[in-house]
């Protein structure tokens, strides 16, 4: 997850190497390796479910660890996507060094790297998600001359015995201190490991959701990060649930990211924030106000929002999330700070007012430049998505909207300003598009608008098959409906998809 801010970062081999991440070779690595008496290296690779896989190596000599930093390793590969077949299976995984970072949890020093994939041929693996993402950003810079940065806001519970001291506010807790907020410190120190690990992290802090269950209490937490490349931002995802959840086995809790855990209960998103930068500087303003640019990339993303649920939606779970008064969307429309959107532009420091020396009357003028800090937010995904397949979704409906001729009027008729929920704009509310209800209508979706993501070879047919497979197998399309508010039947299918993503 590269980084080019040494000063103070956090990530050992940064700091002890004095180069940035993106910088990393081989000799630093072996350089590092040396230096701190690493005994173990892990080659770490997200698979079809998202989850990142792990294969140890021992230092056996220093040939063999150039051996392996080299030329990587054989893996089975229909053990890990389901869309090859054991007649064939074999891949290669080869470690990227500037994915480097020392495993916080291994009781035996170990150095970690995520790996990419590649066929008999030696070529990149064309249907794996990471390289699908990698195609969307090269295409996406290609086309516009841009480049397409993401960042995430994860969200997840914390699960432990209940505490009968200081008991918070049921459905209260956003931004909720301790004692009332019970995770606060664990919170911290995942955020601490997961920037040891190369992320990027804007802010922690406790989220709207808490209760109580059989003796149980259950503490929504957000942990926010930074923009950055795309891939590097699906990298730092994958990798910060991968913390949480070790974490947590080490505390003792249990964790869930899915999208819904009980009725009447706030869910839990993986909102994505995204810019595009050129030359440096951020094309979402211009002269303080959202730019056309943007209006134009918004409306790729209301053409394509059905379709997109398909890769940010991926178990029945998400569309119990997605209903009306949940502060989640269920209708196609965009607006300014508006958490009723389906995309929402958050609040940009666009005002000229200096609020530094506002609030700190000694300081001198500032002259920091906030257009960076502007974002669009695409408010449906959930934690259950693969998320290096939503961000090559999400790049692609962005370069479809900034090609679109009528992407302007496309913006317009999508834009509200209410909250579209509310009574007295009903109306409003039954003109716009409505979201996908079930993964089986999400599948549906895909395959009407699966020529967009074909297109430049970015998703392969074999992919968008196998994922259009994978939705329908749910047999949910009438879920949503027939469940109901049948209590019992909820928390099964919720016990079915905890540990989704």
């Known amino acids: 997850m590269p980084s080019d801010n040494i000063d103070m970062n956090c990530n050992a081999l940064v700091k002890q190497l004095q180069k940035p991440s993106s910088q990393f070779t081989k000799q630093d690595i072996v350089t590092f390796i040396r230096n701190n008496e690493i005994q173990h290296v892990n080659f770490m690779y997200p698979a079809g479910d998202g989850r990142l896989k792990t294969l140890n190596f021992i230092i056996n000599n220093a040939e063999y660890l150039d051996e392996i930093l080299t030329c990587g390793e054989r893996v089975d590969g229909s053990s890990l996507f389901t869309f090859i077949e054991a007649s064939s299976s074999d891949l290669y995984v080869v470690p990227k060094f500037s994915t480097a970072f020392v495993d916080p949890f291994a009781e035996l020093p170990t150095l ?278 939503l961000l090559a979704g999400l790049a692609v409906a962005g370069r479809y909207g900034l090609s679109l001729p009528d992407g302007l009027e496309i913006a317009d008729k999508t834009y509200v300003n209410v909250n579209i929920h509310r009574k007295e704009n009903e109306a409003l509310l039954n003109s716009l598009a409505t979201l996908p209800d079930s993964c089986a209508a999400s599948a549906d979706c895909l395959q009407a608008q699966r020529a967009v993501y074909e297109k430049d070879g970015v998703f392969s047919p074999a992919m968008i098959d196998g994922i259009i497979a994978q939705l329908k197998a749910f047999n949910d399309a009438t879920l949503r409906a027939d469940m109901g508010d049948d209590l019992e039947a909820m928390a099964k299918l919720v016990k079915t998809y905890f540990h989704c993503g």
């Open 112 to 389: 970690c790297m995520l790996c990419s994939f590649y066929n008999k041929d030696g070529e990149p693996l064309a249907s794996s998600p990471e390289f699908t993402l990698h195609k969307a950003c090269e295409q996406f810079k290609k086309e516009t001359g841009m480049e397409f940065q993401a960042m995430g806001e994860l969200e997840y519970y914390v699960i432990a015995p209940e505490s009968p001291f200081f008991p918070a506010s049921d459905q209260r807790g956003y931004h909720e201190s301790a004692p009332y907020a019970k995770f606060n410190e664990f919170r911290q120190r995942c955020m601490l490991y997961v920037a040891q690990a190369g992320g990027l992290i804007k802010y922690g802090h406790s989220e709207v959701g808490n209760f109580n269950l059989d003796g149980m209490t259950y503490e929504q937490n957000e942990i926010e990060f930074l923009p950055c490349p795309a891939e590097d931002a699906a990298n730092q995802l994958t990798i910060a649930k991968w913390i949480i959840r070790n974490l947590a086995f080490e505390y003792g809790y249990n964790v869930t990211f899915a999208p819904k855990i009980t009725t009447g209960k706030a869910g839990s998103g993986m909102h994505i924030h995204m810019r595009i930068m050129k030359d440096g500087v951020n094309q979402m303003l211009k002269d303080g106000v959202i730019s056309e640019t943007a209006r134009r990339f918004i409306a790729g993303m209301m053409k394509l929002a059905p379709s997109i649920t398909a890769f940010g939606n991926m178990n029945p779970t998400s569309y119990f999330r997605l209903v009306p008064h949940q502060e989640a969307p269920t209708n196609v429309c965009w607006g300014d700070r508006n958490r009723s959107c389906l995309v929402r532009v958050p609040l940009g420091w666009a005002s000229k007012n200096d609020l530094c020396k506002q609030t700190n009357p000694l300081e001198n003028n500032s002259e920091y430049d906030t257009r960076q800090k502007q974002t669009v937010e695409m408010r449906s995904p959930d934690a259950s998505a693969n998320v290096y397949l």
